[in-house]
C-alpha cells in the first residue's frame, strides 16, 4: 500500500519555504482539469527561473560597473604617477573602460528573454564562436569554482 505525496504540504527539497504558498495557488488548484496543472507549474517555475536569472543579471551588472570604476583608479593613477608618458597606457585603459560600461549598458537594459534571444541568433549566425565562448565560460566557471573550494 502505497501512500500519495501531497504537493502542497509535501517538503521541499530546497529552501524556498517563499514558493510554497505561490506553488499551492497557483498549481494545485489547477489539477483538476486536464494538463493545465502541469501548464501552471511550468510557468510557474518559468517564471521563478526568470525571477533567478534577473537576480543574476542585476548582479553581474553591478560587478562589471564595480570592474569599470577599478580600471578608471588604475587610470588615475597611472595618470598621476606618469604623466604624458603614461598617456597611451590611460587611453587603451578608458577604451577599455568605455567597452565595459557599453557591456555593463546592454545587459542593464534587455529583458532575459531579450538576452536568450540574442544568444540564440549569435549561435545561428556563428556557431564556432558561439561553442568557443562556451568552452571560455566552461572553463573559467570551472576555475571559478575550484578557486572557491580552496
Given amino acids: 500500500m502505497t501512500s500519495k505525496i501531497d504537493p502542497a504540504t509535501a517538503p521541499l527539497p530546497i529552501d524556498a519555504a517563499d514558493w510554497a504558498e505561490d506553488l499551492t495557488s497557483q498549481v494545485v488548484p489547477s489539477r483538476r482539469g486536464s494538463g493545465s496543472g502541469r501548464n501552471a507549474l511550468?510557468?510557474?517555475?518559468?517564471?521563478?527561473?526568470?525571477?533567478l536569472v534577473e537576480d543574476a543579471r542585476d548582479t553581474l551588472v553591478g560587478q562589471v560597473r564595480s570592474l569599470k570604476s577599478i580600471a578608471d583608479q588604475i587610470t588615475d593613477t597611472i595618470g598621476g604617477s606618469l604623466g604624458d608618458t603614461g598617456e597611451p597606457f590611460t587611453?587603451?585603459?578608458g577604451n577599455a573602460t568605455g567597452a565595459i560600461?557599453?557591456?555593463a549598458d546592454a545587459l542593464a537594459e534587455k529583458s532575459v528573454e531579450e538576452l536568450v534571444e540574442e544568444g540564440r541568433e549569435l549561435v545561428r549566425a556563428q556557431p564556432v564562436v558561439a561553442v568557443g565562448?562556451?568552452?571560455a565560460i566552461g572553463f573559467l566557471a570551472g576555475r571559478f569554482m575550484k578557486a572557491a573550494q580552496d
Avoid at 511550468?42 to 525571477?51: E, N, P, Y
Fill in 42 to 51: 511550468a510557468d510557474f517555475a518559468r517564471s521563478r527561473l526568470v525571477g
Fill in 91 to 93: 587611453r587603451m585603459i
Fill in 101 to 103: 560600461d557599453n557591456v
Fill in 133 to 135: 565562448l562556451a568552452i
